[in-house]
């Protein structure tokens, strides 16, 4: 990290578009996470490994924008020619540190995607395909960081040039392991993105919430697009002595694609919160979105072959609670007689009638 011997062009920061586009995607991103999580622990708690998985993503995403912060006031966003030696080193070695925390943020947002897969999607090939995808991730993260403690020996030989007889590797291998890390990440995008919306269209739904619903799907598109972005900027890395310099939009498109991973990942899980506040607002009636969506014990939506089974049971609900409503209506009048018959010895008898909506349910269901 050493700097030019003549100026590279005038002593500015090109930081604040970092610090405002990132800020700003960070901030929602925080705010559909604390959304997220209220659904899922109010107003009964079933926290699952995709909740934790988001958990630790946000808490990295976070730690690497605040870090990022502190880079700047080194001397990130400015030409290395004008930033003392002192502040390129502390610089670098923030940097240094947010690239394993971005690589297993970003891992972490294909995990959690993973896990709440497994929850909706009942095949057991698709199980395979997604813990193979789980694993995949765990394993590109572990190689890229690894590629990226082995750089130099000693290890802080990476920010501070003076270390003596220091052996550093040049940057290609961290920008194989870059390209590389990408493109799973990339392809994981657009499968997530795509899977959902092959069983959206099968679902028994009006057109509208299918609509809906896949166009939420559909957001982890902006996440593929973002990434891509930034793997047409790996060449950046590390380049020459002004890394401090090139290496903002490099950073700030990696940060933007784990943010909108991060959202788009968390908005699908609010469609009953979202839901609840229209129906509040009487934006839309309780009629219209009367719980025609089959939803599992967890709260997600059902796909698949068990889709169409929930589905039939929570329609087989919906009948039976008419059906006592309007029992209920037509024997009002017949009220005293049901509730006080009288006996052989004209006792008075209590008759109390109870009706199970599940068994009735699962009756239907077995036949």
Not at 5 to 20: M, W
Not at 177 to 202: C, E, M, Q, R, W
Not at 332 to 352: F, M, N, Y
Request: charged share 15%.
């Amino acid at each position: 990290m050493v700097a030019a011997t003549t100026p590279p062009g005038p002593d500015v920061s090109i930081a604040p578009r970092y610090l405002g586009l990132t800020g700003s995607f960070l901030g929602v991103g925080i705010f559909v996470y604390i959304l997220r999580m209220y659904t899922r622990i109010w107003p009964v708690q079933r926290l699952g490994l995709d909740d934790w998985s988001m958990t630790v993503s946000v808490i990295l995403m976070t730690s690497i924008w605040a870090m990022c912060a502190q880079a700047i006031k080194h001397g990130m966003g400015r030409h290395n020619y004008y930033v003392p030696l002192e502040d390129q080193m502390k610089a670098g070695r923030l940097l240094f540190i947010i690239q394993p925390m971005w690589v297993w943020s970003i891992a972490f947002v294909k995990i959690s995607m993973a896990f709440m897969l497994l929850r909706i999607l009942r095949s057991k090939n698709w199980h395979m395909f997604l813990y193979a995808t789980i694993a995949v991730q765990v394993v590109s993260s572990m190689i890229f960081m690894f590629i990226l403690l082995l750089q130099c020996r000693p290890i802080y030989a990476i920010w501070d040039p003076a270390t003596p007889n220091a052996k550093c590797w040049s940057p290609l291998p961290a920008q194989i392991g870059l390209y590389g890390n990408a493109a799973i990440s990339i392809i994981t995008d657009f499968v997530f993105t795509v899977l959902p919306i092959t069983f959206i269209h099968k679902m028994n739904l009006p057109l509208r919430q299918r609509v809906a619903i896949g166009s939420l799907m559909c957001l982890g598109l902006f996440a593929t697009a973002a990434g891509i972005v930034k793997t047409s900027l790996v060449k950046t890395y590390n380049n020459g002595g002004d890394n401090l310099y090139h290496m903002v939009d490099l950073i700030t498109w990696g940060f933007l694609e784990e943010e909108m991973g991060i959202i788009a990942v968390c908005i699908p899980c609010l469609k009953a919160l979202i839901e609840g506040t229209l129906k509040q607002l009487r934006i839309i009636s309780s009629e219209n979105s009367n719980s025609r969506t089959a939803h599992n014990r967890s709260g997600y939506l059902h796909f698949g072959g068990s889709q169409t089974q929930a589905h039939q049971l929570e329609s087989m609900r919906s009948r039976s609670r008419n059906h006592w409503r309007k029992s209920s209506g037509d024997q009002e009048a017949q009220s005293q007689e049901v509730i006080l018959p009288v006996g052989k010895d004209g006792e008075i008898v209590k008759t109390t009638e109870f009706t199970f909506v599940t068994e009735e349910a699962n009756k239907d269901s077995a036949e």
